[in-house]
């Protein structure tokens, strides 16, 4: 005995909704739907000609951009009449039906037909078809409107922060963490789509310049410890690693970011982790057209970024990288003015929000390499801003376990 399925549905007769399963098969992923499925509705082909007319009509005045083409009819005999089995191809664009004045986006869930706003029908699809996982802002701050959290949080109570002696004596001497644009960060390549002149109808607002201050949730992270200790001179050739109470290091950048404010200005403030992508899908990301089977095709993930382009996209831009670095398991954060034409890209000077660092730091770490005088200099720092944090030599590269096994 058949059974509705994602991709399959029974229909008594025409008085039944059919126009809200059919927008859901089109907004999903195609589907057949079967006419007179509980005993035939249409007792001879005068009757199947007939109905098919009356379900086009019907779907032509209910269904937001109806496409004919994407419909195809048959008629099948059972009992003393007829069945319609209705098949439905996937549509490349939404539609919707007014339900009490409301648009309506159906979609497809196992064997029921589920009803979206635009904009969570629009993520579904972006997931669905192109693997894409939209990120979405939700405020964090109580209503204020100044602090969002982008997607979810990671596991984990603590961040950390790498950075240079130089810089780390720095912080600790001004209580202050440096917010800096994404070109001036030491992967270059992240910066293509920030400076990226996006044509046609896009608001300023959609793609402002922004400040960012990068983390991870990743302790003994290699990548940072080489980042801040190799082919450099000086204080700036030994790391630093802050392990950070994540929930008042949250709490610190908010209100400080709160208080920032000039003439021109007031900054709200982001927080998400980064996507890592495989390289090729972000070099083609900007490609109208790429190249497949020796031909040029539309490139999904071209109209799924830019045909509709809006802020939201742009931050889930600003927190995309390459998988090669994908061990670094990056959190953001990010200063976005609210007035985006008080700046320019490329123009915005850095900023420095005030941190109690003795508030937020659990533990300190620096590479074993540092001689005692640059401990030394660390460690009397830290007892300066009355920091109740213990000094570490560390070594990413000294394996605790047994170097050599037998197998």
């Not at 009490?100 to 078809?129: C, M, P, V, W």
């Not at 031909?295 to 996209?313: G, L, Q, S, V, W």
């Amino acid at each position: 005995m058949f059974r509705e399925t994602k991709t399959f549905e029974f229909k008594k007769n025409f008085t039944d909704n059919i126009s809200i399963s059919i927008a859901a098969f089109l907004n999903t992923n195609g589907g057949t739907l079967v006419m007179g499925a509980y005993g035939p509705d249409f007792k001879n082909a005068d009757d199947v000609t007939n109905g098919i007319k009356r379900i086009l009509k019907r779907l032509s005045n209910d269904i937001s951009d109806f496409q004919y083409s994407l419909i195809s009819f048959s008629s099948f005999p059972m009992g003393n009449g007829f069945i319609i089995i209705i098949d439905v191809d996937e549509s490349e664009q939404l539609h919707s039906i007014a339900i009490h004045g409301t648009d309506k986006y159906f979609y497809r869930q196992s064997d029921r037909n589920i009803g979206q706003n635009k904009d969570d029908a629009e993520r579904r699809k972006l997931n669905e078809k192109y693997g894409i996982k939209l990120l979405r802002p939700t405020p964090i701050d109580g209503g204020l409107g100044l602090y969002y959290k982008i997607g979810g949080y990671p596991s984990g109570s603590y961040y950390y922060k790498y950075m240079s002696l130089e810089t780390a004596l720095l912080c600790l001497e001004n209580n202050n963490l440096r917010f800096a644009e994404p070109t001036s960060w030491p992967d270059k390549y992240e910066g293509r789509f920030y400076k990226a002149e996006i044509k046609g109808s896009v608001s300023s607002s959609n793609n402002p310049p922004l400040l960012g201050c990068c983390f991870t949730y990743r302790q003994d992270n290699e990548a940072a410890w080489k980042l801040y200790s190799y082919n450099k001179g000086g204080l700036n050739s030994i790391c630093v690693e802050f392990k950070l109470d994540r929930n008042k290091l949250r709490e610190q950048l908010f209100n400080s970011v709160s208080s920032i404010a000039n003439s021109h200005n007031i900054f709200n403030l982001y927080e998400g982790c980064v996507e890592y992508w495989d390289q090729q899908r972000i070099d083609n990301l900007d490609k109208k057209n790429v190249r497949k089977n020796h031909k040029r095709i539309p490139n999904e993930f071209y109209k799924a970024f830019f045909n509709d382009f809006t802020f939201e996209k742009y931050l889930n831009l600003m927190l995309l990288k390459r998988n090669a670095f994908l061990h670094e398991q990056e959190v953001r954060f990010l200063l976005v003015p609210k007035n985006d034409k008080a700046f320019t890209k490329t123009k915005i000077d850095p900023i420095d929000p005030k941190i109690n660092w003795a508030d937020i730091i659990l533990e300190v770490r620096i590479d074993a390499r540092s001689s005692e005088y640059e401990q030394k200099i660390l460690e009397q720092k830290l007892r300066a801003i009355k920091s109740p944090a213990s000094l570490i030599p560390f070594d990413v590269y000294n394996i605790k376990r047994k170097t050599r096994i037998k197998i």
